[in-house]
């Protein structure tokens, strides 16, 4: 669904010859894939964000894309490719104060850096995208950052440590499930009483 209305937004962007537009709905539609695990596709939709993105210089864009192909490739168990990606979106998202896309890269960095055996730098970034995203109450960078966490004391055999973040990672995921059966709740409300609307002007 949400997919099919990106699809039906690109084709009016493209009517349009809006690059912006084509920025964020390929940028969407890669989203989508990889929500789904189909990173080729997700891949590829990422990267002609990019593309439109370089076309109307925008450092926002640049940034959301890499950092976006980085954890596509994180999830190809491709750490160098990743690294290379992710690595310059920190600066930019810092200088831009985008707090949501610093910790998101936060993170990114450090699993790019567990993957590559550098666990003490990894907990470095983790922890840094961890503490922002709990100041901004950024739940599904939370418990990705847990999670991250059991795993490389899991490696380390620091089971204890390992199972008290997979705890954490949990109950978050958990507040997270709840978010989204919560705002697919307030959609079809909204969808029930805007037909209601159109229904009543329509008597």
Request: include cysteine; charge should be neutral; charged fraction near 25%.
């Amino acid at each position: 669904m949400a997919k099919d209305n990106f699809v039906t937004s690109l084709g009016i962007e493209k009517k349009l010859n809006n690059n912006l537009g084509l920025a964020i709905n390929y940028q969407n539609i890669g989203g989508v894939y990889e929500s789904l695990n189909q990173l080729d596709s997700a891949m590829a939709n990422y990267k002609k964000s990019l593309s439109f993105n370089e076309l109307i210089n925008s450092d926002l864009g640049r940034m959301i894309c890499n950092n976006s192909i980085g954890q596509v490739f994180l999830k190809q168990n491709k750490p160098e490719e990743a690294f290379d990606y992710i690595k310059p979106t920190i600066e930019i998202a810092e200088r831009l104060g985008d707090d949501f896309y610093t910790a998101s890269s936060y993170i990114n960095l450090g699993w790019a850096y567990f993957e590559l055996n550098d666990n003490a730098k990894g907990k470095t970034f983790i922890n840094k995208g961890l503490q922002l995203s709990k100041s901004k109450n950024y739940i599904s960078y939370i418990s990705s950052a847990y999670l991250l966490l059991s795993q490389i004391a899991k490696s380390e055999n620091d089971f204890a440590m390992a199972l008290k973040y997979k705890d954490l990672y949990l109950e978050y995921k958990e507040k997270l499930a709840s978010e989204k059966n919560l705002k697919c709740l307030f959609d079809l409300i909204s969808k029930y009483e805007n037909e209601k609307k159109e229904n009543d002007l329509k008597l």
